[in-house]
């Protein structure tokens, strides 16, 4: 991925942010935002669903996990998310 950011939020943008930014064992990133047309939120973007299992997370809580991953993504989250669901795991938690 180039340094330049995409117009608008997607699965595979946020996918190779975190690949660069986590080194994850595990990353799956879904795109929701189908299941959730028709609600007030859907205008406003995109919903997203992430699994992602790396090393950075070991011992760390899941507030300190979540952030990380808020982080990675910061750039994009003004790009269209509008809704972020995440399981962030350390290896041997899955």
Do not use: C, K, W
Request: hydrophobic share 45%; glycine share 8%; no cysteine.
């Amino acid at each position: 991925m180039t340094n330049a950011l995409p117009t608008h939020a997607t699965a595979a943008a946020l996918e190779a942010v975190l690949q660069a930014a986590l080194q994850p064992s595990a990353l799956v990133v879904q795109d929701d935002s189908a299941s959730h047309a028709g609600h007030a939120g859907a205008r406003e973007g995109s919903h997203f669903s992430v699994r992602v299992v790396s090393e950075s997370f070991t011992g760390l809580s899941r507030i300190a996990r979540h952030r990380l991953v808020y982080d990675a993504l910061g750039p994009l989250m003004s790009r269209g998310i509008h809704a972020l669901a995440l399981d962030a795991r350390a290896p041997g938690e899955v």
